[in-house]
Structure formats: structure tokens, C-alpha cells
């Protein structure tokens, strides 16, 4: 993942994932059942290395299981496409707005254990195929205010 295009700044991010059949998730000692569909995670990356840092080790398939997004990114789903902003915005502004774009909360506090602003979650779901799932981020990106900028992947 060395020559990811993608900036070193900070900024606020959608991973958007895949996953063609339903499957098992174990996340907080409990198993869920996941369905085939859309499923975006939404974070920001404030720190040392900015967004390219970040969307990189979100990238490796093998990994050390550190946040909860990694136990979607070992190998269980399949990424599709980064929407990104260089922004300071928190990610939290992007999660009523994909809410109101039809998208789903399928694990309650994933992704949001250190969310201020009382976020369902940091993950969300909808059936539906990359590609419109990508349009609707890319609109919650917009009516957030925010410039997304896309990077399809090739995974």
C-alpha cells in the first residue's frame, strides 16, 4: 500500500466495504450475523501521517486486531472505495447524514466507543451495490458541507 494516492493530511474519511454473501463477525465477545450488502465505517485521522497513514493500515488484510474496524478488515468484507475530505471535521457529522440517506446501523457501538456526540455507531449498512453506495456517501459527504474526494480501489 506504499503508493496509495491519497494525501498525508488530516481529514475525515468513508471506507466503503463489501460483502457478497451474509457473514459471521465475532466483536465484543458476541457473534453476529452480517448481511451481503454496503457497509460503510467513517473516521478521521487527525494524527501523525494524516489520511494516507490511516486508510493504509485500514488497507492490510493482516493485521493486528486494534480497533474495531480491523475485524471487518481481515479478510471478512472487501474494499471498494475511500471518500475523503481534508477537513478537521469530526466524522460524526457524516453519520446523520447517511442515516438519512437510508443507511443502517448493524452493530450498535461500532467504531464510536470514544464518540462524544453519541453516534449509533462508526459502521453502517445498505443493501445495496458499490456503486450506489458510493454515489450516497459521496451526497452525505456534500450535505455535510464537506469536498469528497474519491478513490476507488483495485482490491
Known amino acids: 500500500m506504499n503508493g496509495l494516492q491519497i494525501t498525508s493530511s488530516p481529514g475525515i474519511y468513508a471506507l466503503v466495504l463489501t ?41 492490510k488484510s493482516e493485521k493486528k486486531i486494534r480497533w474495531h474496524i480491523d475485524y471487518l478488515t481481515t479478510g471478512v468484507t472487501k474494499p471498494v472505495c475511500v471518500i475523503y475530505a481534508e477537513d478537521r471535521a469530526k466524522e460524526c457529522v457524516l453519520v446523520p447524514r447517511l442515516e438519512s440517506l437510508g443507511f443502517e446501523h448493524p452493530l450498535q457501538g461500532f467504531g464510536s466507543s470514544d464518540c462524544r456526540e453519541r453516534c449509533t455507531s462508526h459502521i453502517l449498512y445498505l443493501n445495496a451495490s458499490p456503486s450506489d453506495c458510493v454515489r450516497l456517501v459521496e451526497e452525505a459527504f456534500k450535505l455535510a458541507g464537506l469536498k469528497p474526494q474519491a478513490l476507488k480501489l483495485r482490491c
Open 19 to 59: 460483502s457478497l454473501k451474509p457473514v459471521q463477525l465475532e466483536f465484543k465477545r458476541k457473534l453476529y450475523q452480517l448481511n451481503a450488502g454496503c457497509y460503510v465505517y467513517v473516521g478521521s485521522a487527525k494524527g501523525v501521517g494524516g489520511l494516507k497513514a490511516r486508510v493504509s493500515r485500514h488497507l
